[in-house]
């Protein structure tokens, strides 16, 4: 999109048919490294999440 001298360039992640995050860029490869990088954040991120909720799990004693 824009005009020729400024084209911005937009790139989206998809995972199973589903998209997962977005890039732009002043060139394709830009948008592209764009969008894998902030993918890559987003798994980061859920996976240190599950890593917090696990350590987080409390037993629950029931009487025995």
Do not use: W
Request: hydrophobic content about 35%; aromatic content about 4%.
């Amino acid at each position: 999109s824009g005009p020729a001298h400024a084209k911005v360039f937009e790139v989206t992640v998809y995972v199973n048919d589903k998209a997962k995050s977005q890039g732009i860029g002043k060139s394709k490869k830009i948008a592209e490294q764009d969008a894998a990088k902030k993918c890559s954040s987003l798994a980061s991120i859920r996976h240190l999440k599950r890593k917090i909720d696990e350590a987080n799990v409390q037993p629950v004693l029931g009487d025995m």
